[in-house]
C-alpha cells in the first residue's frame, strides 16, 4: 500500500541552526510533491513545489531536495527562528485520470529554541 | 492577495443534524477541494470538484456527505446526519490547475455532539 512518512518525533533545534526534516514515500510515483507549513489550528499553508524532474528548489531561506530513486525529500530551514516553530507537512499527489489527489504526511513538529 | 475563506470557523451541532460547510475559493481558480483533520491526526482528502461534478472522491466521502457549488463563487460541503465521528476540522482549497498548488482556507471546526 502507498506510504507518506515523515519524521514522527517533534524536532528540536537552536536558533540560527539549519533544521532538515525528511519525506519518504513508498509506492508511489508521485508528479511532484509539496511542502506545507501547518500552525495549532490552521490550515495548511504552501511553501515549496518541487516536480519529478527538479533536483532542487528554493524560496529565501527554505530549500528542498527531490529523489525519485530513493523516493525522499528532504526540506531545509536555513538560520532558523522561532517564528519558524510550526508543524511541516510533506504532499504527494496521487495524480489519477488527470485530477489531483494530495495525499499529506502526518507532519513533523518543528521547534525552534531561542 | 487572494485567500481562501471558510464559514463559520466553528460548528457546534447534535448527532443526526445536518451541516453545511462553506467555502469561497480564489476567484479565478477552477478545482476545488476538502478535507477534513481530525485531532491530532493527519490532514485527509475527501473530495475534488471540477467542471461543476465529483471528480475524484476518497473512501471517506460517503453517501453522507455532498458538495456543491451553489453559484459562481461558494463551494459547500453538506455532511447529513452528523456522527460523533465526524467531528473534525474541515478544510477547503483550490487551485487554479489540476496540477498546480493547492491554497487551503482557514478551517471550519466541526463538533458533533
Known sequence: SQKIEQNSEALNIQEGKTATLTCNYTNYSPAYLQWYRQDPGRGPVFLLLIRENEKEKRKERLKVTFDTTLKQSLFHITASQPADSATYLCALDLNSGGYQKVTFGTGTKLQVIP | ?113
Not at chain 2, 481562501?4 to 453545511?20: A, D, F, R, W
Not at chain 2, 477552477?30 to 482528502?45: A, H, M, P, T
Open chain 2, 1 to 113: 492577495e487572494p485567500e481562501v475563506t471558510q464559514t463559520p470557523s466553528h460548528q457546534v451541532t447534535q448527532m443526526g443534524q445536518e451541516v453545511i460547510l462553506r467555502c469561497v475559493p480564489i476567484s479565478n481558480h477552477l478545482y476545488f477541494y476538502w478535507y477534513r483533520q481530525i485531532l491530532g491526526q493527519k490532514v485527509e482528502f475527501l473530495v475534488s470538484f471540477y467542471n461543476n461534478e465529483i471528480s475524484e472522491k476518497s473512501e471517506i466521502f460517503d453517501d453522507q456527505f455532498s458538495v456543491e457549488r451553489p453559484d459562481g463563487s461558494n463551494f459547500t460541503l453538506k455532511i447529513r446526519s452528523t456522527k460523533l465521528e465526524d467531528s473534525a476540522m474541515y478544510f477547503c482549497a483550490s487551485s487554479l490547475g489540476y496540477t498546480d498548488t493547492q491554497y487551503f482556507g482557514p478551517g471550519t471546526r466541526l463538533t458533533v455532539l
